[in-house]
């Protein structure tokens, strides 16, 4: 047992299991399934997330009745991949932990774009985001329905489960049928908070009747969905009492925030607000049967706020998600006193974006998720020891340094700033931005450890390399704004209109505020872009943001978007869509001239003191031909090779590291 953290790792009597610790990975969708099967990298996830210390895991939400059997989640509806589940059970508790199955269904939400075809839900109102107006389901269909979830908890039983949790939060569809905005029925399954309940309450009785304990039934249930006629808090605990009325079905519970709606963004607080902001209303819910195991959710990524949150009466197991995601060992590292090796989570919601709009589960801050020795990564060592040469300071050169390194070469680093992290740097000193910092400390610390040589604070030569014969040298030199089509003439001059990053450099220097407006123009739409405009609103008395586009954070997934919208729009900046810059000798008078990109009308900004740009950044590899012609072996990286997110700089770094 830890002494750091004597409660986080003491064991857990729960539903007629014995958990080794406290720690349970909350459910997270990977999209690691096929045709209802689980690849071999979900199997190496679960594993790798087991054997590093936690103590259960719930899996991403299954296919278990009629209404829902997309090949793209695990099949529990009938025995045909009944094996594929079992060896679901085998690699987790081979490990030493359990496996519950997430029992969920969308209903009427959805949060990709389109519309949800063929959605049920508790009466025919349109969703608050996709406006997916689902089927009223009829109280057979619901009876139909919880037969099939306690027909299909009693499958994962008997292939090994250790239990279920029941997610009634986040806007699907149990919390459907819990809030008065969505559920508009004049059955026994709506009006008032007995028949809004009886779905969830009937679904509990059932599954316990099919599963009896040892059997786990964990509930998420909704706090504040932050929906204008929705649930909130108070509504939360009357909800919390109806159903402690029959604790005796179930064994675990905690809430959480959000619904499909304008709100979703609560469902994954950022570094924009304050750390674990839901702790103290978990607390207070929980009053209402506290002999009832809790759980602590929601921005918990450090093991000091884990045990806090399990000192202090909030909870009794922790649910971490994204932690996990970023380090699978995470439990044993704190544990084994090893806290500085891990790679922390900075909640930048990459994972959610990855699930949501891509191929699958990935990290900024971990390359290799699903990778078959993920949470003890010791590659095999090199043959042949190289000499490599990598130049650059940020999170490209860095962890392709620390993987270099691992793999036995031979690793100098040449950057011209005194101190490493690159533009990752300057992003941690905005509003938001400063868990970025853990990335490039853990990089940088773990590279020195392993042997790595830094000759940082000058500008690198090709001379300075040229004497350092590398047998490879790797170009992570990063990328610069480009000058806008709509800059021309002596508004070209260098600093005249500067870019993005110098205006946020020099914003962070001051504090005085500037009347007047200061205009950003956005054509590259990420988050250090928005993250400067926070900072400018404290800087000038009015911020305006226009962009060519149809929306601002074009790039940016929908659960970010919606925090950014919403804190530009609290603090005040104007958002001003489809225009570009018209005519810039009107700053002169202190206006800006805009044109709308469709119809060409103009019109005009007024007060405008300071004009900045996020513009499209073009590749600083001024180096790469010199090199190359000089007959060197040169590959550039990272922004260096074409201008990208933090996710794909990071995991294209680690895989030309490895394979040298």
């Known amino acids: 047992m830890s002494t750091s953290y004597p409660t986080l790792f003491s064991p857990l009597d729960l539903g007629g299991y014995r958990l080794r610790n406290r720690i349970i990975h909350a459910s997270i969708l990977t999209k690691y399934v096929v045709d209802g099967r689980p690849t071999e990298k979900l199997l190496n996830y679960y594993r790798s997330r087991a054997a590093g210390g936690a103590a259960a895991i719930i899996t991403e939400p299954l296919a278990m009745t009629a209404y829902n059997r997309q090949p793209s989640r695990l099949r529990v509806w009938d025995d045909v991949e009944f094996d594929a589940l079992r060896s679901i059970a085998d690699v987790v508790n081979q490990e030493g932990a359990f496996i519950l199955g997430q029992v969920q269904d969308s209903g009427r939400g959805r949060h990709s774009v389109g519309r ?100 786990i039934i964990s509930l998420k249930l909704p706090g504040d969905d932050g929906v204008a006629g929705g649930i909130d808090l108070s509504m ?46 978990i607390r207070a819910l929980r009053e209402v049967a506290q002999r009832m195991a809790s ?34 060992a995470f439990p044993r590292k704190c544990m084994e006193g090893r806290e500085d090796e891990i790679r922390y989570c900075v909640s930048c919601n990459t994972c959610w974006r990855s699930i949501i709009d891509g191929a699958g589960l990935e990290c900024d801050n971990n390359p290799r998720v699903g990778a078959v020795d993920e949470h003890h990564w010791r590659p095999k060592p090199n043959t042949t020891k190289k000499h490599v040469a ?11 340094a620390l993987t270099a390194a691992t793999c036995g070469h031979e690793v100098t680093v040449l950057g011209d700033h005194e101190a490493p992290g690159g ?62 089509s709509w800059l021309t003439g002596e508004w ?24 007047g407006r200061v205009v950003i123009v956005d054509q590259d739409h990420t988050e250090l872009t928005y993250a400067t405009a926070e900072l400018l609103s404290t800087r000038f008395s009015a911020v305006t943001i226009i962009t060519s ?36 000798e009107s700053l002169e008078q202190a206006q800006l001239l805009i044109r709308n990109v469709y119809s060409g009308e103009i019109t005009v900004l007024e007060d405008v003191v300071a004009l ?22 040169v590959h550039a990286i990272g922004d260096c090779h074409a201008p990208r997110s933090l996710l794909a700089t990071t995991r294209e770094a680690y895989q030309v590291a490895l394979n040298l």
Request: with cysteine; hydrophobic share 40%.
């Open 116 to 215: 949800n075809d063929g959605a049920v839900g508790a009466s025919a109102l349109p969703d608050d985001l996709s406006w997916t107006v689902p089927s009223a389901l009829s109280p057979g269909q619901i009876g139909d329905m919880i037969d099939d979830w306690a027909q299909a908890c009693g499958r994962l039983k008997r292939a090994g489960f250790a239990g279920v949790e029941i997610s009634a939060g986040h806007g699907h569809l149990f919390h459907q049928f819990l809030s008065p905005w969505s559920n508009h029925r004049e059955d026994d399954y709506g009006g008032d908070l007995e028949g809004r309940t009886r779905f969830l309450r009937e679904l509990i009785a059932a599954i316990r009747s099919e599963c009896p304990r040892p059997f």
């Open 549 to 584: 586009r149809e929306r601002i954070a074009h790039d940016i997934s929908l659960i970010n978007r919606q925090g950014i919208y919403q804190r530009l729009h609290d603090r005040g900046v104007s958002l001003v869509c489809n225009v570009e810059p018209h005519c810039l």
């Open 390 to 400: 990598i130049v650059g300071t940020g999170v490209a050169a860095l962890e392709a």
């Open 423 to 484: 533009k990752t740097r300057l992003h941690a000193r905005l509003p938001g931005g400063e868990n970025l910092s853990s990335v490039y400390d853990f990089q940088y610390l773990r590279a020195a450890r392993l042997g790595v040589r830094f000759d940082l604070g000058r500008l690198a030569e090709l001379d300075d390399i040229l004497q350092r014969a590398p047998d490879i040298t790797l170009l992570a030199t990063g990328a610069r704004a480009c000058i806008p």
């Open 612 to 633: 900045t740009h996020a513009s499209s950044r073009v590749p600083n590899d001024a180096l790469l031909i010199p090199l190359r012609a000089a007959g060197l072996q």
């Open 236 to 281: 939360a605990k009357n909800i919390s009492l109806r159903l402690a009325e029959q604790q005796e079905l179930f064994d675990c519970w905690t809430w959480v925030w959000g619904a499909h709606a304008r709100s979703l963004y609560k469902h994954l607080p950022d570094a924009h607000g304050e750390r674990h902001p839901y702790l103290q209303h």
């Open 295 to 328: 759980g602590a959710i929601g921005y918990l990524t450090d093991p000091n706020e884990c045990e806090t949150a399990l000192t202090n009466g909030t909870a009794d197991v922790v649910f971490l998600g994204r932690p996990l995601i970023t380090d699978p």
């Open 492 to 515: 070209t001059t260098p600093g005249l209109i500067p870019g993005i990053r110098a205006v946020a450099a020099e914003a962070l220097d001051r504090n005085t505020v500037t009347r």
